[in-house]
């Protein structure tokens, strides 16, 4: 495997930006359908209802810790455009809910379906984010180590963290809902399609997973 972020090319930097936007309107239908936070949130809104810190600084830090054990792990310096894509995202969302998207979406779908369509524009988002190889999340940087390190295909790696956010979480006592396991269940092994569908049948270069077959 070869490393990533190399050099933002007019393909790469294109495949971050509907990455990011298409990621957004994912993470913004999810939040409106009201059936549960993200496996990550889970562990966030556990820690928080322990420490008493805030959502923001909680996050930041296990950011932080992902940053550090991929720097140490990897031996190189960490990358900050994941800080970049959590607040270009942010940001989108801010501006989704400004606009009040949710105005015409909860009138126009129920829910669970809400739910669904966020799942899946959330699972293509982060393929479009990976395959451009710029500013890829930290928890899915350090699934790619894992796969480079330890010969793992990455839709192990990436359920890996996934699951263990949502025991230790709920073990926090963090919220767990249906739509918390219909994220685990669906977001990953949707990534993992989107990326293949994208490389087999568009033609599409994978710049965050380059070697061939290690999404397989």
Not at 206 to 212: H, I, S, W
Request: charged content about 10%; some cysteine.
């Amino acid at each position: 495997m070869k490393s990533i972020e190399l050099g933002w090319t007019r393909q790469k930097i294109l495949f971050y930006i509907a990455g990011c936007f298409v990621f957004s309107f994912g993470a913004k239908f999810f939040i409106d359908s009201k059936l549960g936070t993200d496996p990550l949130d889970v562990l966030v809104l556990g820690i928080v209802k322990h420490t008493g810190l805030t959502i923001g600084i909680v996050s930041g830090l296990i950011a932080i810790v992902f940053l550090l054990t991929w720097s140490i792990w990897n031996r190189k310096l960490p990358p900050i455009t994941p800080f970049f894509t959590m607040f270009f995202v942010g940001s989108l969302i801010d501006i989704w809910n400004l606009i009040r998207v949710e105005k015409f979406t909860n009138l126009l779908f129920s829910p669970y379906l809400v739910m669904v369509i966020g799942l899946v524009l959330a699972a293509y988002g982060s393929a479009l984010i990976i395959m451009s190889g710029i500013g890829i999340r930290t928890m899915d940087l350090l699934a790619i180590t894992i796969v480079h390190k330890w010969k793992w295909h990455f839709f192990y790696a990436k359920m890996l963290f996934e699951v263990l956010f949502v025991l230790s979480g709920w073990l926090l006592g963090g919220p767990v809902g249906i739509g918390t396991l219909a994220f685990v269940i669906t977001v990953g092994p949707g990534m993992i399609l989107f990326i293949s569908l994208n490389e087999r049948y568009l033609g599409w270069k994978n710049f965050g997973l380059v070697r061939e077959g290690a999404v397989a």
